[in-house]
């Protein structure tokens, strides 16, 4: 039996393979902050809810819908960019 040598291509094999964890990572990390924005936004909509249930809608209460609105339109936006990231 004759003993096999590397393979060839193994460095381009293994760059990719260290292209492929560095995105990976990448997306994780990506994902993990649209994950923290989904809590902030769903703590915000309970706090919201909370604050309309005990009070009459006052200027404050349209503040913090606003709020809300805007933290939505801004994971909206991040998800939106995550669909147009090209697949692994």
Do not use: C, F, W
Not at 24 to 41: C, H, S, T, W, Y
Not at 55 to 69: F, I, P
């Amino acid at each position: 039996m004759s003993r096999v040598g590397p393979v060839s291509g193994s460095k381009e094999v293994r760059a990719s393979v260290q292209r492929m964890t560095d995105r990976r990572k990448a997306l994780l990390g990506r994902l993990q902050g649209i994950v923290d924005e989904v809590a902030e936004v769903y703590t915000k909509l309970l706090e919201t809810s909370a604050t309309l249930s005990s009070l009459d809608v006052g200027h404050d209460a349209r503040s913090e819908v606003e709020q809300v609105n805007a933290s939505l339109d801004s994971l909206r936006q991040s998800l939106a960019e995550l669909d147009r990231q090209p697949e692994l």
